[in-house]
């Protein structure tokens, strides 16, 4: 038996924000708590969001108390904010940090205790209640944080999560118009997290016929528009279809899992704050790189997407040059395709190593089993560069 879990209501396309005025008379909302992006406040990104706020009549709360890959610090400050605030609506804008500490922040303030006591890792206590209602509206396409039940902090070294079916957003909002002004980026960032999303969802050992259905489409949408997206910022259509793959991605991925690169890029975040979409992108074609042969069947379905030809070749043949194309897509966006880049040293990689293996809950979905020895591989040929494979 196959279970498959979601937000209880997802908004999805052009002018899907104006459904946030249905959700605050459904809820007899009367006093809201804004959480953003400072980014986005100075840009006016969240001015539809307050507009229709203020013409709903509802009071609200606007914190920008935001950072990418926040730590545990931020995450308790908002946690007291929202305490000391009372409101009866949570709204997150913005990227997986704005979404993360929103979903983790309206459930803690109605619990004893600070983050890390809810910890997947090494918190010892249990949540006990949904905590106040949420509306999650991603202003990107990639990070899937609107679906999914997990928020991710940074430790001193590494990262750890809290997750748990009382974080899923009593609503989310996707609407495309949000990310028309994303930088280029931005978008290459996030754009190559939601496809690592969909692959690693698609070659998870927990994959189903329903989350392989949705994680081929998102892959389709994905590397069908990436490029457009990044290299022309009028390229409207192609940023629709990044916001839906991102959507569809995160709807695949929240129930299959995800696996190895975002084990192994953890660390990366952790031990050198590179953001998360970046350390997913340097690291996918190296580590598919290194398990193709265990999903093969799969990796050779694959090549459809990437306009590969199949005549003439045999299945391994065709995996390897997908693992080539997904190396050669991180490159034509504009992202770093070596860990070196980072200014990451070889002696770096011990640490790398440790901290990587300490992912257990995402390696154990990888259909090729992660070791000390296979880790280290894969940093060091992601240090090395994709040349020397």
Avoid at 2 to 12: A, D, E, L, R, V
Avoid at 144 to 163: R, Y
Avoid at 236 to 245: D, N, P, T, W
Avoid at 372 to 385: D, L, M, N
């Amino acid at each position: 038996m196959n279970s498959f879990i979601t937000p209880q209501n997802i908004y999805h396309g052009e002018n899907s924000i104006e459904q946030l005025r249905t959700i605050v008379q459904d809820l007899n909302v009367t006093h809201a708590f804004l959480l953003t992006d400072p980014m986005l406040k100075e840009l006016e990104v969240i001015q539809p969001i307050e507009h229709i706020l203020e013409d709903e009549g509802i009071r609200y709360d606007l914190s920008t108390n935001v950072v990418p890959e926040p730590p545990l610090a931020v995450g308790n400050e908002v946690v007291q904010e929202i305490r000391e605030k009372k409101p009866d609506l949570v709204i997150g804008v913005g990227g997986g940090s704005a979404l993360d500490l929103s979903k983790a922040s309206a459930v803690l303030a109605d619990h004893e205790g600070t983050v890390e006591d809810y910890l997947n890792l090494t918190g010892t206590k249990q949540l006990q209640s949904p905590g106040i209602p949420t509306v999650l509206i991603p202003t990107t396409a990639g990070t899937g944080a609107e679906i999914t039940d997990i928020a991710v902090f940074s430790l001193e070294d590494t990262k750890d999560v809290i997750t748990h079916k009382y974080l899923l957003a009593n609503y989310a909002i996707v609407d495309p118009q949000l990310t028309y002004t994303l930088p280029p980026k931005v978008t290459a960032a996030s754009g190559v997290d939601a496809l690592t999303h969909a692959i690693e969802a698609f070659t998870s050992v927990n994959a189903t016929p329903l989350t392989d259905t949705l994680a081929f489409d998102a892959m389709k949408r994905i590397v069908n528009n990436l490029r457009s997206a990044v290299w022309n910022p009028k390229a409207y259509h192609a940023r629709k279809e990044m916001s839906l793959g991102s959507l569809i991605a995160g709807l695949s991925f929240y129930n299959a899992g995800v696996a190895g690169v975002h084990g192994l890029a953890y660390p990366l975040g952790g031990l050198f704050k590179i953001p998360h979409g970046e350390a997913n992108a340097v690291l996918l074609p190296y580590v598919y790189h290194r398990i193709w042969p265990s999903c093969l069947d799969k990796m050779y379905e694959l090549g459809e997407i990437f306009s590969i030809s199949y005549e003439g070749k045999d299945k391994r043949q065709v995996a390897l040059e997908v693992v080539q194309a997904l190396h050669e897509l991180v490159k034509d966006v504009g992202l770093p395709t070596s860990i070196l880049e980072y200014k990451i040293t070889l002696n770096d990689i011990d640490q790398l190593t440790t901290n990587g293996m300490k992912q257990t809950r995402l390696l154990t979905r990888s259909p090729m089993p992660f070791d000390e020895k296979s880790i280290r591989e894969v940093y060091q040929h992601a240090f090395a560069g994709w040349e020397s494979k």
